[in-house]
């Protein structure tokens, strides 16, 4: 397995530079789950007060559903918190429980991104595609295909495989077994807003944004990081993209400075709050300018359809 090319800091940044990039904070990973989690709170709170506000809490929700991930992504890299049991137990409770399943599968994206062994390549390789084709991914997004698909697809395809003789209930029972941390969690989340009188709060500001925003702006964020990059790619300063994100995109595209991928890529022991100022740096060295960088989310986005057209 050829193993990707990776960027030495040295070149980079001074010894000083990388000290203060690099260093671990025992609150800064803390203030974000608690900000993440704050900004769905405040947002449901909203749109219990105020129902008419539904509409626009939903992608707000969405995008923080999409935060939480990228806390835990922040959490594989050990990011969150100085101690490594604090770090883990954050990641995994209070972040998303696939913590530790994900760690191993995302370490071997980074050692071999954009090679034939990285397992998320299939994410990226289809592209560009056709302006119809990227519509008719965001409609699965929007109207919960996709959601059902990835989250309970693995129970009719366990029912189709069955072994001769295994009925069909045997295969349900089994396979929806595999759900129970998601099932038992958001039954818990949906009693308890039962009981406040709210149950349809549950439904619409979070299993609702659950199952159609953030499949979308899971999509969108595998696009703007590999999508149009070249497999196999020698330079580190382009196996990933960096994304420039206007307010509006941050708020509901890109939390957490998810946009900045290349910085990621190219320095994985930054936590992300250090991959802005990792970006000037590498700005005010004129550095940016042999990185893989777009202006924008909708930029890319014609990029990755507009090229099936030429």
């Given at each position: 397995m050829a193993v990707a090319p990776r960027a030495q800091p040295e070149a980079f940044f001074t010894p000083?530079?990388?000290?203060?990039?690099?260093?671990?904070?025992?609150?800064?990973?803390?203030?974000?789950?608690?900000?993440?989690?704050?900004?769905?709170g405040a947002?449901?709170?909203?749109?219990?007060?105020?129902?008419w506000t539904i509409p626009l809490m939903v992608p707000i929700v969405?995008?923080?559903?999409?935060?939480?991930?990228?806390?835990?992504?922040?959490?594989?890299?050990?990011?969150?918190?100085?101690?490594?049991?604090?770090?883990?137990?954050?990641?995994?409770?209070?972040?998303s429980y696939?913590?530790?399943?994900?760690?191993?599968?995302?370490?071997?994206?980074?050692?071999?991104?954009?090679?034939?062994?990285?397992?998320?390549?299939?994410?990226?390789?289809?592209?560009?595609?056709?302006?119809?084709?990227?519509?008719?991914?965001?409609?699965?997004?929007?109207?919960g295909q996709t959601f059902y698909k990835q989250r309970f697809g693995h129970i009719a395809e366990g029912i189709r495989n069955r072994a001769p003789g295994e009925s069909a209930l045997k295969v349900f029972g089994r396979e929806i077994a595999k759900d129970r941390r998601f099932l038992i969690g958001n039954g818990l989340?949906?009693?308890?807003?039962?009981?406040?009188?709210?149950?349809?709060?549950?439904?619409?500001?979070?299993?609702?944004?659950?199952?159609?925003?953030?499949?979308l702006v899971s999509r969108v964020?595998?696009?703007a990081e590999h999508a149009l990059v070249a497999q196999n790619e020698a330079d580190p300063l382009r196996q990933a993209r960096t994304t420039h994100a206007n307010l509006a995109e941050r708020i509901f595209i890109a939390p957490y400075w998810v946009n900045?991928?290349?910085?990621?890529?190219?320095?994985?022991?930054?936590?992300?709050?250090?991959?802005p100022k990792a970006h000037r740096l590498l700005l005010r060295r004129g550095i940016t300018d042999r990185m893989e960088v777009?202006?924008?989310?909708?930029?890319?986005?014609?990029?990755?359809?507009?090229a099936a057209h030429a």
């Open positions: 000083e530079e990388w000290q203060s990039l690099t260093s671990r904070s025992s609150w800064k990973g803390l203030w974000l789950v608690a900000h993440c989690w704050g900004v769905i947002a449901m709170l909203a749109g219990i007060v105020w129902p969405g995008a923080r559903q999409l935060g939480l991930f990228i806390l835990m992504h922040d959490a594989a890299h050990a990011g969150l918190h100085r101690s490594r049991k604090v770090n883990d137990w954050v990641g995994h409770w209070l972040c696939t913590l530790r399943d994900y760690r191993p599968y995302h370490l071997q994206h980074h050692r071999f991104v954009q090679q034939t062994e990285d397992p998320d390549l299939v994410l990226s390789a289809p592209f560009p595609i056709t302006r119809e084709s990227m519509w008719r991914k965001v409609m699965r997004d929007l109207s989340g949906l009693l308890a807003f039962a009981l406040a009188g709210y149950w349809w709060a549950w439904v619409l500001m979070w299993l609702l944004p659950m199952a159609t925003w953030l499949p964020r595998n696009i900045y991928h290349c910085e990621h890529h190219m320095f994985t022991n930054l936590p992300c709050w250090a991959l777009q202006p924008g989310y909708l930029h890319l986005l014609r990029q990755a359809t507009a």
